[in-house]
């Protein structure tokens, strides 16, 4: 289940078991690896566009909004083929009326860009930081350009970005489509939230305001630190030893400290909540409890080297699984980065950004395959080669059974009639499929194997 995000953010009761039926379903079995149809930039935009123009009579918070966003925009993403309402209509072209047409439920996957360093989205906005610019789903401003710069990553809340790089760090307004500010980046760590902006080096850090206009307060360490956040109105620190604390925003003072050292490969933190990838491969909650000013251990499990945080979750990805404290969800792409939010999945391979919803829908397909269905009666069997590939055989009772092959020689060679094998006095023994629509000169069929379906025509004799 996606975690819960920051405070104004956090969804509901009902939301989050959504997320889990839909967005993640269970992982029961290693399932098998999908071919998957993408579609490209132009739709993906306009379908952005269009969901994020929406008015509402009635005030709604900011988790409300959000939510409400990512639904249309994942609707708008991942609707399937229908079957129902192909068979209502008879084919006219030939190469389909010729072909064998197929409904499979697979994951959606959408290939949204190219030359893609990182991407970050929220309430409904979504910002793809390239080369030399970042892009968003806003007409107003589809793109800002940025100096010349080896770019790292983008954070955005609220329509402020935060594009940080080798040399400068840049805060834009991507609403009002232009640069607050750029800022040294050297030697220095950055960290944007709903609020706050965070800077620190090794020795020191600054508060700001999200836009940077005011300072709310600074501070010092004693030990050097090399991982700073920011989340709700708390800072998370970890230095070089493995130490790693919470501080208040409201009191400036810390709060809560784990206290023992972990030797820290990458961090996600919630408020109250921080997930720890270590080196010996662990991922750990570590849950604060500021009566005590202690972070405790809150849950474990053993990743493996190369695991990333997807960003705004606690999942990580792992050998081709979207992985989780006590959970696995096998994804239908590989990924070296990426982020989960609103029940919406960005993964970025290579620079390529795709949309992914592992919620199984039917998509259509063309098999340029023979429709004809010749059985082949070998000793009391009909033996017959499947739209799946695989190799069956009837009994005379009308038993359906896999069989290795088909025999070398047949007995004697006829065809289904109608989708069904019949017996002399026309008594149906075995319904191969059903004709589900007609047209003067043909017949659709109908055939279905577990969940694929198949239709596939018979001209008519004259």
């Known amino acids: 289940m996606v975690s819960k995000q920051l405070k ?21 079995k290693r399932t098998r690896v999908i071919r998957l149809l993408r579609i490209g930039n132009a739709l993906f935009l306009a379908l952005l566009i269009s969901a994020c123009a929406t008015t509402t009579k009635a005030p709604i918070d900011k988790a409300e909004k959000s939510m409400m966003l990512g639904v249309q925009i994942k609707k708008g993403l991942v609707a399937g083929d229908d079957p129902s309402v192909f068979e209502k209509s008879m084919p006219t072209s030939d190469i389909i009326l010729s072909s ?10 959408k290939r949204l860009s190219n030359d893609v360093i990182d991407i970050d989205y929220d309430i409904g906005m979504l910002a793809i930081l390239k080369k030399d610019r970042i892009e968003t789903n806003r007409a107003i401003c589809p793109a800002i350009l940025l100096k010349d710069d080896k770019y790292l990553s983008v ?14 760090a840049i805060l834009a307004d991507l609403k009002e489509c232009g640069i607050l500010h750029e800022m040294d980046s050297s030697g ?23 836009r940077r206009v005011k300072k709310i307060f600074d501070g010092s360490f004693l030990g050097e630190v090399v991982m700073g956040r920011v989340s709700g109105e708390n800072l998370m620190f970890a230095n070089e030893n493995g130490k790693i604390a919470l501080m208040s925003i409201k009191t400036q003072k810390y709060t809560a400290m784990y206290p023992d050292s972990i030797d820290l490969k990458e961090a996600y933190f919630n408020d109250g909540d921080v997930y720890i990838y270590d080196s010996d491969n662990r991922l750990t909650r570590l849950t604060a409890d500021f009566d005590a000013g202690l972070l405790s251990e809150n849950g474990q499990t053993q990743a493996k080297d ?10 990580m990805f792992c050998d081709g699984y979207i992985f989780g404290l006590d959970l696995a969800y096998e994804s239908p792409v590989d990924a070296d980065r990426g982020l989960v939010r609103d029940g919406l999945i960005f993964l970025i391979k290579n620079g390529e950004v795709n949309f992914v919803d592992t919620t199984l829908r039917y998509k259509k397909s063309l098999m340029l395959a023979s429709t004809e269905k010749m059985l082949c009666l070998k000793e009391g069997k009909a ?7 695989s190799v069956k055989y009837l009994t005379a009772s009308g038993r359906e059974q896999k069989a290795d092959q088909l025999p070398e020689v047949c007995d004697h060679k006829f065809n289904f009639k109608d989708g069904n094998l019949k017996r002399p006095d026309g008594k149906v023994i075995y ?9 003067e000169n043909t017949k659709m069929l109908k055939r279905v194997i577990d969940d694929v379906i198949y239709y596939y025509f018979e001209r008519l004799s004259n």
């Not at 695991?307 to 999942?315: A, E, T």
């Open 8 to 28: 104004t953010l956090e969804l509901s009761d009902a939301e989050k078991r959504e997320l889990v039926s839909k967005v993640y379903p269970r992982l029961k």
């Open 100 to 109: 064998v047409v197929r409904f499979v439920k697979e994951p959606t996957v």
């Open 155 to 168: 954070s955005l809340s609220g329509g402020v970005a935060l594009v940080t790089g080798s040399k400068y």
């Open 188 to 210: 220095k760590g950055f960290s944007l939230s709903d609020k706050y902006l965070l800077e620190f080096t090794r020795n020191s850090f600054e508060l700001y305001d999200k």
């Open 306 to 315: 190369g695991c990333f945080f997807l960003k705004r979750s606690d999942k």
């Open 383 to 389: 033996y017959f080669k499947d739209f799946d590939s």
């Open 431 to 439: 319904d191969f499929a059903d004709v589900v629509n007609r047209s």
